[in-house]
């Protein structure tokens, strides 16, 4: 199975920063990777697909990158509706496996 | 406007069994794989099962095999989990979610709750 690690595990932050949370692959999954959002109480929402397009709606101060087994996510200037926790998921192959979440707090 | 609405959640007791189910509309339900992912209390993501537009390609986490069977009602937009010899393990939060191109999930529902203790 293929393991997906995120760094940091937490990350504090004040609005107005730009943040980035890593995510690797323990094997080359080229661009099959995307991030999503969640918020306590809800469902996950979709960032990024195939490592660097933006899911439909999502603002442009989100941006992926990344591929084979390194990947980021970058968030360019904070703003307080951003202050959630981040999961990356793979789907190059069988089992697809998320990483562990980043939480991103406020300052 | 695409939605996805689980229900049948519940508590229940180790080794006891349970049917969950998600109501689909909004988009061709037919034409679109469709996945299970859950998340325990407290806990990240766990992707469970997939399942292929016709039903005909199922696949499990191993977690899993042999206890969920993931099934599929083209003609009532529907999308059901079977689970079986259920554990303590399973409590989560179940959520259906429709598959995209390159295997990622842009629509979740937003989840029933399937408790296991005694």
């Known amino acids: 199975d293929i393991q997906m690690t995120q760094s940091p595990s937490t990350l504090s932050a004040s609005v107005g920063d730009r943040v980035t949370i890593t995510c690797r692959a323990s094997?080359?999954?080229?661009?099959?990777l995307a991030w999503y959002q969640q918020k306590p109480g809800k469902a996950p929402k979709l960032l990024i697909y195939?490592?660097?397009s933006l899911g439909s709606g999502v603002p442009s101060r989100f941006r992926g990158s990344g591929s084979g087994t390194e990947f980021t996510l970058t968030i360019s200037s904070l703003q307080p509706d951003d202050f959630a926790t981040y999961f990356c998921?793979?789907?190059?192959?069988?089992?697809?496996?998320f990483g562990q979440g980043t939480k991103l707090e406020i300052k | 406007d695409v939605q996805l609405v689980e229900s049948g959640g519940g508590l229940v007791q180790p080794g006891d069994s349970l049917r969950i189910s998600c109501a689909a509309s909004?988009?061709?339900?037919?034409?679109?794989?469709m996945t299970w992912v859950r998340q325990a209390p407290g806990k990240g993501l766990e992707w469970v099962t997939n399942?292929?537009?016709?039903?005909?390609?199922?696949y499990y986490v191993d977690s899993v095999k042999g206890r969920f069977s993931i099934s599929r009602d083209n003609a009532k937009n529907s999308l059901y989990l079977q689970m079986n010899s259920l554990r303590a393990e399973d409590t989560a939060v179940y959520y259906c979610?429709?598959?995209?191109?390159?295997?990622?999930?842009?629509?979740w529902g937003q989840g029933t709750l399937v408790t296991v203790s005694s």
């Open positions: 979610v429709r598959l995209d191109n390159s295997g990622y999930m842009a629509y």
């Open positions: 909004g988009f061709t339900f037919s034409t679109s794989w």
């Open positions: 399942i292929n537009q016709e039903g005909s390609a199922k």
């Open positions: 094997q080359s999954i080229n661009i099959w």
């Open positions: 195939k490592a660097s």
């Open positions: 998921q793979h789907s190059n192959s069988y089992p697809y496996t």
